[in-house]
């Protein structure tokens, strides 16, 4: 079955980066598009990027854009978020989460990976 499993988080100053991966498994996943999300403490769960697996395109939150990049590697089933110029207000639990392309919800989830930015 499909399974989602982040890497990458960590703690990290303000204006320094990370790259969190999230290696995908259980099928192909031509058909499907996969997202990076987050929820900070207190907060509600808020997405933040998504990209196409089969043709590669890709959305960010306004939040983001320019500062984070999601890529895909289909050799490696591997979904990554680039994340720049970090600042304490992404501090998150970053989720990993992939959904059919016709769909509107993202239901398969990773576990979660924690990222911290300090000041």
């Known amino acids: 079955q499909v399974r989602l499993v982040e890497s990458g988080g960590g703690l990290v100053q303000a204006g320094g980066f990370l790259r969190l991966s999230c290696a995908a498994s259980g099928r192909t996943f031509s058909s499907y598009a996969m997202g990076w999300f987050r929820q900070a403490p207190g907060k509600e769960r808020e997405f933040v990027a998504s990209?196409?697996?089969?043709?590669?395109?890709?959305y960010y939150a306004d939040s983001v854009k320019g500062r984070f990049a999601i890529s895909r590697d289909k050799v490696s089933n591997t979904v990554y978020l680039q994340m720049n110029s970090l600042k304490p207000e992404d501090t998150a639990v970053y989720y990993c989460?992939?959904?059919?392309?016709?769909?509107?919800?993202?239901?398969?989830w990773g576990q979660g990976t924690q990222v911290t930015v300090s000041s």
């Open positions: 990209v196409n697996w089969s043709g590669g395109s890709t």
């Open positions: 989460a992939a959904r059919f392309l016709v769909a509107k919800e993202y239901n398969y």
